[in-house]
């Protein structure tokens, strides 16, 4: 099924771990973002990668790196995870730029408790 | 200042009523887009509807009708018929400047509703 594939679903990580959420579209969208989901904030965008070979810091990117590896796969990295990082992270992606509504897809999201 | 604004944390609605979820949203660019989402408690998000800022005519989807009212810089949400279903948080967020921009396609999300439809 054509999509934004996340994983993984859930993750428990120790303070101070590190992890990797991967994140690929096969809709050959140019344009792929990261967010996180925290009660009563809606959601804020951590980086974004307009196309493939670049990326920027979105709203909240402290703690975060990003890697577009191809047109299909944007990971983010937690270096060393801290309970403020407990959050629902989205991916999503879109063809270019977000022209009208087409192609906003979102992925189901992960689920990541910091302890 | 926040960009969106949704001033109803929740809302309860008899089902088969209509119901208008509000949202507010600041901008200086001429050129925006308006979009409203639906998150069911599975926790996907789901694409209802959207409002171009030069769009003339409001946008309707099915049940599911946007009140833009471009100077009073507000983009309701009007589910009419309201079904059980229905019952989940709605976002609003909007992209500003025009889409391949200088936003990147950036969506901007207001804080959410919680809506419940009551049988």
């Known amino acids: 099924n054509a999509g934004v594939t996340q994983t993984p679903k859930f993750q428990v990580l120790k303070t101070g771990q590190s992890m990797t959420l991967q994140c690929a579209q096969d809709?050959?969208?140019?344009?792929m973002y990261w967010y996180r989901q925290d009660p009563g904030m809606g959601l804020r965008l951590i980086y974004y990668?307009?196309?493939?070979?670049?990326?920027d810091k979105g709203e909240v990117p402290n703690g975060y790196n990003v890697s577009r590896l191809n047109k299909r796969e944007f990971s983010l990295r937690l270096e060393s995870a801290a309970p403020s990082q407990t959050s629902v992270y989205f991916c999503?992606?879109?063809?270019?730029?977000?022209?009208?509504?087409?192609?906003?897809?979102f992925g189901s999201g992960t689920r990541l408790t910091v302890v | 200042a926040q960009k969106i604004t949704q001033t109803q944390p929740g809302m309860f609605v008899q089902e088969k009523e209509a119901v208008t979820l509000d949202c507010t949203y600041d901008?200086?660019?001429?050129?925006?887009?308006l979009f409203w989402y639906k998150q069911p408690s599975s926790g996907e998000m789901i694409f209802l509807i959207y409002?171009?800022?030069?769009?003339?005519q409001n946008a309707t989807e099915g049940r599911y009708s946007l009140n833009f009212q471009k100077a009073r810089k507000s983009a309701n949400l009007v589910i009419s018929a309201s079904q059980l279903g229905d019952s989940a948080m709605y976002f609003c967020?909007?992209?500003?400047?025009?889409?391949?921009?200088?936003?990147?396609?950036?969506?901007?999300f207001g804080q959410g509703t919680i809506l419940t439809v009551h049988p």
């Open positions: 999503a992606s879109t063809p270019l730029g977000g022209r009208r509504a087409l192609g906003y897809t």
């Open positions: 809709m050959n969208h140019n344009s």
């Open positions: 990668s307009a196309s493939e070979g670049t990326t």
């Open positions: 901008t200086s660019d001429q050129s925006y887009g």
């Open positions: 409002q171009g800022s030069y769009d003339e």
């Open positions: 967020a909007m992209r500003e400047g025009n889409a391949g921009g200088t936003s990147y396609g950036k969506l901007t």
